[in-house]
């Protein structure tokens, strides 16, 4: 976003790769516009609009909060049963003197998502009526920076190698919120495949 985003202006797409310019058109269902010189991907049809994001953001938002307030997994070892949360997990890693962990956890698992999230609903609540929002531009730029470090997905796979491992040593159960945070992981690949630079050009300056 900002300085690393595609320039549109009068109808022409410029790559922010190698700066070669396009005269823009309309695209089909399922089209992707490349970069003949760099193959750098400059703009992907929007197959969905503002409001269906939106109604996607508050899904996620929901799912979000399951996945943090539901255990992960129960582990059963002589008939003694123990379930785990992300944050008892976070919890027991910072008192196991893995403090770097932990954090890294905690950022990628919970506050970095969160803070996508917020700026998904805040971006999207505006942009279906047309608007950019106060702080859009700001919003655009962090959301770009966030991008890679919300792994979600990542720790679902971790967890999932993880309950397979164990039954050898334990009896294992999948609990409600490992199941969230795979649908979690779902809707945030969809969030993935939106290309939020064209905001940019649906969206117009809040009149004052």
Avoid at 86 to 115: K, N, S
Avoid at 119 to 144: D, Q
Wanted: aromatic letters at 12%.
């Amino acid at each position: 976003m900002g300085a690393n985003t595609p320039s549109t202006t009068a109808g022409l797409l410029i790559c922010e790769h190698c700066d070669t310019v396009y005269r823009r058109r309309p695209l089909s269902r399922g089209e992707v516009a490349c970069c003949e010189r760099c193959h750098n991907i400059l703009e992907r049809h929007a197959r969905l609009g503002p409001d269906h994001l939106l109604a996607l953001t508050f899904t996620a938002m929901v799912v979000f909060v399951q996945a943090n307030i539901w255990p992960i997994v129960t582990l059963e070892l002589n008939g003694r049963p123990s379930s785990a949360t992300l944050w008892g997990t976070i919890v027991t890693m910072w008192q196991q003197h893995a403090e770097v962990v932990a954090v890294l956890a905690a950022l990628t698992l919970f506050f970095f998502p969160m803070a996508k999230m917020l700026l998904f609903g805040w971006v999207f609540w505006f942009a279906r009526r047309g608007e950019r929002g106060p702080g859009f531009r700001s919003a655009m730029i962090v959301l770009h920076y966030l991008g890679p470090w919300t792994m979600s997905e990542v720790f679902v796979l971790g967890a999932m190698v993880a309950i397979v491992k164990a039954r050898v040593y334990f009896q294992v159960v999948p609990d409600p919120g490992i199941f969230a945070y795979g649908a979690l992981m779902l809707l945030i690949t969809v969030f993935g495949t939106v290309d939020l630079r064209q905001l940019w050009d649906v969206t117009r300056e809040r009149s004052r």
